[in-house]
């Protein structure tokens, strides 16, 4: 996903304050976790650093998405 397709997917999430992205990986601030990955992804970092914050972006988007729909059952 390009970075601006990003900033458009999160525009439509509920963001969390914070989140566990993987065992022993939680993150306190989300809003500034996807500020600065997305600087990078922008060009801020070599190929395999935008590889790496791609990852990690598209599973936050996971986890959230994941979350709201757990929160829509009854």
Same mark, same amino acid.
């Given at each position: 996903?390009?970075?601006?397709?990003?900033?458009?997917?999160? &525009? @439509? *999430?509920?963001?969390? +304050?914070?989140?566990?992205?993987?065992?022993?990986?939680?993150?306190?601030? /989300?809003?500034?976790?996807?500020? &600065? @990955? *997305?600087?990078?992804? +922008?060009?801020?970092?070599?190929?395999?650093?935008?590889?790496?914050?791609? /990852?990690?972006?598209?599973?936050?988007?996971? *986890?959230?998405?994941n979350n709201q729909q757990e929160d829509l059952k009854f």
């Amino acid at each position: 996903m390009e970075p601006e397709e990003y900033e458009e997917m999160f &525009s @439509h *999430l509920n963001l969390p +304050k914070e989140v566990k992205l993987w065992p022993g990986v939680y993150i306190k601030d /989300v809003s500034k976790f996807i500020e &600065s @990955h *997305l600087l990078t992804l +922008k060009g801020a970092g070599s190929q395999r650093q935008k590889e790496l914050h791609a /990852v990690r972006l598209d599973r936050l988007i996971e *986890l959230i998405q994941n979350n709201q729909q757990e929160d829509l059952k009854f």
